[in-house]
């Protein structure tokens, strides 16, 4: 089982950037594949990105492609979470998860558990 621990958050100005970091801990991150998610006040959680446990496959939320970027460094168990171009509407908690099933590569097949605390972006205008 993996446990996850995110950082990085933090107030922002619109067009801003920041980076997100959950470190993982278990011996299956490197089987796993990792993903992003975020909730709002007063909003349902909604994915954010995602990344196959080789690290070969991305995939995005269409309200996020080309301004954030998830990649995973095994070799320090953790997956970040590069945000650039801030909007208000980026606002929220942003949770990290792992899928409960190992070596999982396309999409639509991750089952994501394990959530962490989560860390606050705000982004001011």
């Known amino acids: 089982q993996v446990h996850v621990v995110e950082s990085g958050g933090g107030l922002v100005q619109v067009g801003g950037s920041l980076r997100l970091s959950c470190a993982a801990s278990g011996r299956t991150f490197s089987s796993v594949a990792m993903g992003w998610f975020r909730q709002a006040p007063g909003k349902e959680r909604e994915f954010v990105a995602a990344?196959?446990?080789?690290?070969?496959?991305?995939c995005y939320a269409d309200s996020v492609k080309g301004r954030f970027t998830i990649s995973r460094d095994s070799a320090k168990n953790t997956v970040y979470l590069q945000m650039d171009n801030l909007k208000p509407e980026d606002a929220a908690i942003y949770y990290c998860?792992?899928?409960?099933?190992?070596?999982?590569?396309?999409?639509?097949?991750?089952?994501?558990?394990?959530w962490g605390q989560g860390t606050q972006v705000t982004v001011s205008s």
């Open positions: 990344i196959s446990w080789s690290g070969g496959n991305t």
């Open positions: 998860a792992a899928d409960r099933t190992l070596y999982n590569y396309a999409c639509n097949s991750f089952d994501f558990g394990s």
